[in-house]
């Protein structure tokens, strides 16, 4: 009888023992995953505020995070010219009338261009809010791409453009999706029809500078189209790598 209170005693001695050491584990891969996701706020909050948009209109903060993010879960997965460190966003959730294109230089910390940028004709009018990866369909491709090469085309100079997402803008090579100049694209445009002209699907922008937009994010840099699906942030491969 004693052997078996014994027996009992020790079983629930080492069962607490397990319990205990399960806990810890635990709370210490918890607090693991809340110092790992301290550091990355830390990171996105410290490079924004670091970056001058003194010249132009800021960056929503929430939209850098997220280029940011994707940013560095391309340049992890050795997608992007490291040498570069240019990163390029379009918030698309914004009017076309306004600048919503910004390139911003990392290393330096600076705007490089803010200017504007068109969306296709399949995707709204002033405003964006249809999207496709859907050849024929003229509508913009929201997420993740890294540029390629240049090339002369019927637009002229043009960057060719590969998307990163799939089941968003993967076929945005396929589709021609570009960037290259546009008449339609620019100031005098906007005042003429009260809104920016739009281009089949390609991030079109003025003729003035797109010689130097091409020129600075030629090669390998990452370029983000944004827009607040709720869908594509959820399922992003490169907003959701830890």
Not at 163 to 189: P, Q, T
Request: charged fraction near 20%.
């Amino acid at each position: 009888m004693y052997a078996d209170f014994r027996t009992i005693h020790l079983l629930k001695k080492h069962f607490f023992h397990i319990i205990f050491w399960l806990a810890t584990s635990f709370n210490i891969a918890y607090a693991g995953d809340k110092s790992a996701e301290a550091v990355r706020v830390n990171t996105i909050n410290t490079t924004y505020e670091q970056i001058d948009f003194s010249a132009c209109t800021p960056l929503d903060y929430n939209v850098f995070s997220k280029a940011y993010q994707g940013y560095i879960s391309l340049l992890k997965g050795d997608k992007l010219n490291d040498i570069k460190g240019i990163l390029t966003v379009c918030d698309y959730s914004l009017s076309a009338n306004e600048k919503r294109m910004w390139i911003i230089d990392l290393r330096t910390r600076k705007v490089l261009i803010n200017t504007y940028v068109a969306h296709g004709q399949g995707s709204g009018e002033e405003y964006a809010n249809k999207f496709s990866d859907r050849p024929n369909s003229h509508q913009s491709s929201i997420g993740f791409y890294v540029t390629g090469k240049t090339y002369t085309g019927k637009h002229g100079n043009s960057l060719h453009l590969h998307g990163m997402d799939e089941g968003y803008n993967a076929k945005a090579y396929e589709r021609a999706i570009v960037v290259h100049g546009a008449g339609y694209v620019s100031r005098d445009f906007i005042l003429g029809t009260g809104r920016l002209g739009r281009s089949w699907g390609c991030p079109a922008v003025s003729n003035d500078i797109s010689d130097e937009v091409i020129e600075l994010i030629k090669e390998g840099t990452c370029l983000f189209i944004y827009y607040p699906d709720n869908n594509y942030l959820q399922s992003s491969t490169w907003l959701n790598k830890s």
